[in-house]
């Protein structure tokens, strides 16, 4: 079985920085991409950026030039820094991971529990 734990949130001030980690546990051989979604309420969810195992990155555009997703393939960990946060980046930051492969299992991909981030003054 493969869990997404996450940590890092929270409310911050707009301008501000905040920093999510997420680390994958299991029996992992290998994880293709790993990545954040988030969704405000009363919004659909979307995809706020990912990154493969070769490092290629995708970025959703209101966060280009001000978010940087980055992942540590040994520690199946992937972090996102949030810097010169805006109110309207506050939603559920749910971490994800696609094409996990087990000593038991491939998953197509597995979702972590979200993190609230409020940015507000």
């Known amino acids: 079985q493969v869990q997404l734990v996450k940590s890092g949130g929270g409310l911050v001030q707009p301008g501000g920085s905040l920093r999510l980690s997420c680390a994958a546990s299991?029996?992992?051989?290998?994880?293709?991409?790993m990545g954040w979604y988030r969704q405000a309420p009363g919004k659909q969810r979307e995809l706020v950026a990912a990154?493969?195992?070769?490092?290629?990155?995708n970025y959703t555009d209101s966060v280009k030039g001000r978010f940087t997703i980055s992942r540590d393939n040994a520690k199946n960990t992937v972090y996102l820094q949030m810097n010169g946060l805006k109110p309207e980046d506050t939603a559920v930051y749910l971490c994800?991971?696609?094409?996990?492969?087990?000593?038991?299992?491939?998953?197509?991909?597995?979702w972590g529990q979200g993190t609230l981030v409020t940015v507000s003054s």
């Open positions: 990154i493969t195992s070769g490092g290629s990155t």
């Open positions: 994800h991971a696609r094409d996990v492969v087990t000593d038991k299992h491939r998953y197509l991909e597995v």
């Open positions: 299991g029996s992992i051989f290998s994880i293709y991409a």
